[in-house]
């Protein structure tokens, strides 16, 4: 595969990409239902972007109804090679205050009763998780926020809560007894599904609070998260900007990490057992397999 097309899923403040080209918005459907909302394609210094607002336009759709399956093969229907999540968060640690970027590493999933795979009965899968984002991905958004003049961090732990909720001032402590960095509601299932859709996955978790934990602060609160957000959006757009332009300039090749054929040792299920039905649902996400 030669050609970039990235996959771009907006979080609470992020719902529309100015600056794009050719621009089109299409509605679809999935096996799994439809997503968030409408999506818009486009490019950006001739790179093919397809964006999708992950709560809808209006910011309608709470963490826990936002329809995460649906969303993931919309994407992989609309032909795209990898995704950026980008998304707001709240800090866990003193020196990534309000403002600053985190590019997620690593996970530890607190949701619950979401739809967590594509896969199930009639046709099981296990994909590693043991490196939950693309390496390629998040070092080349990381390098083009740096170039930006952003204030951002490589690497960073992202609790992944419930919500709709924020914390009690108990969760955040044990949060930070734990080692996390950042916290938020919608990152998990999401790079969960990625990985089973064989899309390279990089989630870049902007700062708008420090959580409830800080005793010298207010607890967070939205009309707090919103004001930082607006920043934090303008920003998101720079670094989204010198990203397409260094994937300009270059040709893609499958990862490193081996995403693009994890299936390849990921099903279980031998081929005289598994359920047409179901195979021809996963054919949306999984078709290379099933060819």
């Known amino acids: 595969m030669t050609q970039w097309t990235l996959g771009i899923i907006g979080g609470s403040g992020l719902y529309e990409l100015d600056g794009l080209a050719n621009i089109r918005r299409e509605a679809t459907t999935t096996p799994w239902g439809e997503p968030s909302d409408l999506l818009t394609f486009g490019e950006l210094h001739g790179v093919p972007l397809v964006f999708l607002p992950r709560h809808g336009q209006g910011?309608?759709?709470?963490?826990?109804?936002?329809?995460?399956?649906?969303?993931?093969?919309?994407?992989?229907?609309?032909?795209?090679?990898?995704?950026?999540?980008?998304?707001?968060?709240?800090?866990?640690?003193?020196?990534?205050?309000?403002?600053?970027?985190?590019?997620?590493?690593?996970?530890?999933?607190?949701?619950?009763?979401?739809?967590?795979?594509?896969?199930?009965?009639?046709?099981?899968?296990?994909?590693?998780?043991?490196k939950p984002v693309c390496s390629r991905l998040s070092r080349l958004a990381a390098e083009a926020g740096m170039a930006a003049g952003i204030a951002l961090t490589p690497r960073g732990t992202y609790l992944a809560m419930e919500g709709p909720q924020f914390s009690t001032r108990a969760e955040s402590e044990l949060y930070r007894q734990w080692g996390m960095d950042v916290i938020g509601m919608?990152?998990?299932?999401?790079a969960r599904l990625a990985r089973e859709a064989e899309l390279p996955?990089?989630?870049?978790?902007?700062?708008?609070?420090?959580?409830?934990?800080?005793?010298?602060?207010?607890?967070?609160?939205?009309?707090?998260?919103?004001?930082?957000?607006?920043?934090?959006?303008?920003?998101?757009?720079?670094?989204?900007?010198?990203?397409?332009?260094?994937?300009?300039?270059?040709?893609?090749?499958?990862?490193?990490?081996?995403?693009?054929?994890?299936?390849?040792?990921?099903?279980?299920?031998?081929?005289g057992a598994r359920d047409p039905a179901m195979v021809a649902r996963l054919a949306v996400i999984a078709g290379r397999v099933f060819a």
């Open 201 to 271: 996955y990089a989630s870049i978790a902007m700062v708008t609070d420090y959580d409830c934990w800080r005793d010298d602060t207010h607890s967070v609160d939205v009309a707090l998260v919103l004001e930082v957000m607006r920043a934090n959006t303008v920003k998101a757009k720079r670094l989204l900007d010198g990203l397409t332009a260094t994937l300009a300039g270059q040709t893609r090749v499958p990862g490193p990490d081996g995403i693009e054929a994890v299936l390849d040792s990921a099903i279980i299920t031998p081929p």
């Open 186 to 190: 919608t990152n998990m299932p999401e």
């Open 59 to 130: 910011h309608r759709l709470p963490p826990s109804n936002i329809p995460y399956r649906a969303n993931i093969a919309a994407l992989k229907q609309a032909g795209c090679t990898d995704i950026l999540s980008i998304s707001a968060c709240g800090s866990l640690r003193e020196d990534l205050p309000p403002g600053h970027f985190v590019m997620v590493d690593q996970y530890v999933d607190r949701t619950e009763g979401r739809e967590r795979s594509f896969f199930g009965p009639g046709c099981v899968a296990h994909v590693p998780m043991a």
